[in-house]
């Protein structure tokens, strides 16, 4: 079975700095699919990112970018000048390509703090 | 707009007093989901549904029933409720193409069990 991994339950940066959230991930799949979900106070779940296992270049999403080391299974989100809007939980999630795959198996959560 | 609608947002219930947390979706998806979120835990799969009539068990199906007549509603029913279902629920759907675009997630309902 798949596993995720966030081992950082908290981290904080200060506005307009970089911050890097880390992500491993254990599967002897090939093809899959990883995502960053940000859950802000509302609760609602906000995806920010995906990345499909079999494309070499990392994705983008303006502020947000990913680290994918797939060799590795890791899976960091790095965003660059934070925001205060930025101050969520995020959860890293992976998704098998298998088809009719249907589960995304989530990390633990990183809660970020985003200090003025 | 496209969205995922559950209700209700909150509910406090007693343990053994059924209950239905209903989910809906406005944008003809096959895959259908209900995951739990508790802390340090990440959200787990309770259940799926493929399409119409069509589920199966996730994670940690004990003490859930789905079911799947329509194919925009995804009800979530407790029979007895007991204190360790208290917990956050999230429904989801996603299309069935072959690009994932990632589940679009409904605003969650807290439920508490006393």
């Known amino acids: 079975a798949q596993t995720v991994t966030q081992s950082q339950p908290e981290m904080s940066v200060q506005e307009a700095e970089t911050v890097t959230l880390s992500c491993t991930y254990d599967?002897?799949?090939?093809?899959?699919?990883l995502f960053w979900y940000k859950q802000p106070p509302s609760r609602q779940m906000i995806l920010v990112i995906r990345?499909?296992?079999?494309?070499?270049q990392n994705a983008t999403e303006n502020r947000f970018s990913v680290n994918f080391q797939k060799a590795a299974k890791s899976f960091s989100l790095k965003i660059s000048d934070s925001q205060l809007g930025d101050a969520a939980m995020y959860f890293c999630?992976?998704?098998?390509?298998?088809?009719?795959?249907?589960?995304?198996?989530f990390g633990q959560g990183t809660r970020l703090t985003i200090n003025p | 707009e496209a969205q995922v609608t559950q209700n209700p947002r909150y509910l406090i219930t007693v343990t053994g007093k059924k209950l239905t947390v209903t989910c809906s979706q406005n944008?003809?998806?096959?895959?259908m989901s209900w995951y739990r979120q508790d802390p340090g835990l990440g959200l787990r799969q309770i259940y799926y549904?493929?399409?119409?009539?069509?589920?199966d068990k996730g994670d940690v199906p004990e003490g859930y029933k789905v079911s799947r007549k329509e194919k925009r509603n995804f009800p979530l029913i407790l029979e007895s409720p007991s204190p360790n279902q208290t917990s956050l629920y999230f429904c989801?759907?996603?299309?069935?193409?072959?690009?994932?675009?990632?589940?679009?997630f409904g605003s969650g309902t807290r439920l508490t069990v006393v």
């Open positions: 989801a759907s996603r299309n069935r193409g072959f690009r994932d675009y990632g589940y679009t």
């Open positions: 599967t002897s799949e090939s093809d899959y699919y």
């Open positions: 990345q499909e296992a079999y494309k070499q």
């Open positions: 999630a992976y998704r098998s390509q298998i088809q009719g795959a249907q589960k995304l198996v």
């Open positions: 944008m003809n998806h096959e895959y």
């Open positions: 549904s493929m399409n119409v009539e069509v589920t």
